[in-house]
C-alpha cells in the first residue's frame, strides 16, 4: 500500500530557530507539492515540483521558507529562522502528472509545527 | 475574494438525511475539480472527481455547472461515518497543474 511518508509528524521549537520537514513521495510519483494549513487560512499551496524541478513557489516567503528535492525520493521544507505565525499543519503531497491528464493527489500525514 | 469559496458550516444533520454542499469558483478557465474529504487531525483524501455530465459513486453525487461557476456535491442517507470537512478543489488551466482547495464545509452527522 503505497502512501507519502512525512517526518517529523509533530514538531514543537522556539522562535528563530531551524526547523526542516521532509517528504518521501510514492515511488514513481512525478510531481511533489507542499502545502501548509491552518484555521484561518485552509489549504494554502507553498511549492511544488515536477520531475524534482521547482515549478511553482510563489506561494512560499522566501526570505525564510526554502524547499528541495535533492532526490527523487526525498522532498525537504526549510524554515530559518522560524517564527509563532509559522505554526501550522504542513501537508506533503505527491500525484503523478501526464500530459493531459488529471491525477489524483495523494497526502502525507502532514507535520504538526508549533512554533513558541 | 478567495479563488474557491465554501460555506464554512458546521451542517449538523441527522443520520439518514440528505445534505448538499455548494462551492464557487472564480476563475473560469479552471478546467477540473473535484471534492476531497479530510477527518479531524488528519490529511485530505479524494473523494470524487466532477464532471461535466454530473456523477455519481453510491451514496454521493456531483455536479458541475460551468455557467454559474458553481460545483455541488450531495450526500443521501448520511451516516455517522460521514461526518468531515468536504474540500471543494479545482484545477486551474494551464500548466500549473496545482489544485486549489476551498476553505472546506465541516459535516457533523448526529445519531
Known amino acids: 500500500d503505497a502512501r507519502v511518508t512525512q517526518t517529523p509528524r509533530d514538531k514543537v521549537t522556539e522562535m528563530g530557530q531551524e526547523v526542516t520537514m521532509r517528504c518521501q513521495p510514492i515511488?514513481?510519483?512525478?510531481?511533489v507539492f507542499w502545502y501548509r494549513q491552518t484555521m484561518m487560512q485552509g489549504l494554502e499551496l507553498l511549492a511544488y515540483f515536477r520531475n524534482r524541478a521547482p515549478l511553482d513557489d510563489s506561494g512560499m516567503p522566501k526570505d525564510r521558507f526554502s524547499a528541495e528535492m535533492p532526490d527523487a525520493t526525498l522532498a525537504t521544507l526549510k524554515i530559518q529562522p522560524s517564527e509563532p505565525r509559522d505554526s501550522a499543519v504542513y501537508f506533503c503531497?505527491?500525484?503523478?502528472?501526464?500530459?493531459?491528464?488529471?491525477?489524483?493527489?495523494?497526502f502525507g500525514p502532514g507535520t504538526r509545527l508549533t512554533v513558541l | 475574494r478567495k479563488e474557491v469559496e465554501q460555506d464554512p458550516g458546521p451542517f449538523n444533520v441527522p443520520e439518514g438525511a440528505t445534505v448538499a454542499f455548494n462551492c464557487t469558483y472564480s476563475n473560469s478557465a479552471s478546467q477540473s475539480f473535484f471534492w476531497y474529504r479530510q477527518d479531524c487531525r488528519k490529511e485530505p483524501k479524494l473523494l470524487m472527481s466532477?464532471?461535466?455530465s454530473g456523477n455519481e459513486d453510491g451514496r454521493f453525487t456531483a455536479q458541475l455547472n460551468r455557467a454559474s461557476q458553481y460545483i455541488s456535491l450531495l450526500i443521501r442517507d448520511s451516516k455517522l461515518s460521514d461526518s468531515a470537512t468536504y474540500l471543494c478543489?479545482?484545477?486551474?488551466?494551464?500548466?500549473?497543474?496545482?489544485?486549489?482547495f476551498g476553505s472546506g464545509t465541516r459535516l457533523q452527522v448526529q445519531p
Open positions: 466532477v464532471y461535466s
Open positions: 503531497a505527491s500525484g503523478l502528472v501526464l500530459a493531459g491528464g488529471d491525477n489524483e493527489q495523494f
Open positions: 478543489v479545482a484545477l486551474p488551466e494551464g500548466g500549473r497543474r496545482a489544485l486549489t
Open positions: 515511488l514513481g510519483h512525478n510531481t
